[in-house]
């Protein structure tokens, strides 16, 4: 998330949606290696078509993410376009798989 978005929200709400299902699968959370740079606009208020472009890179890896397997956690995915421009930056920072994990999926 954006800290700006973060301000507005007040909360990061995949961040409180992975960390209870980290650490009852007793998996790692890296919370800092991948990072929202660029404040995009409310996907909700887009088209399809213009998510995907508003979340051309968007995205930005801190460090390196070679060799690592990596579940992005969110709460909601309409078009998969912000799950898709994550997994692409950490895809191309090293990593070898990229899963998407969600709680609810628009029809």
Do not use: Y
């Amino acid at each position: 998330m954006h800290p700006a978005r973060l301000k507005e929200r007040g909360f990061n709400q995949a961040l409180e949606i992975a960390q209870p299902i980290a650490k009852r699968l007793q998996l790692p959370m890296e919370i800092g290696l991948l990072s929202r740079h660029k404040n995009t606009e409310h996907q909700a208020r887009l088209s399809a078509k213009a998510r995907w472009h508003n979340m051309r890179n968007a995205f930005v890896c801190r460090d390196s993410a070679n060799g690592l397997r990596i579940a992005l956690i969110d709460d909601v995915m309409t078009s998969g376009a912000s799950m898709n421009a994550a997994a692409q930056a950490l895809k191309s920072a090293g990593a070898i798989e990229v899963f998407a994990w969600v709680i609810a999926r628009t029809p």
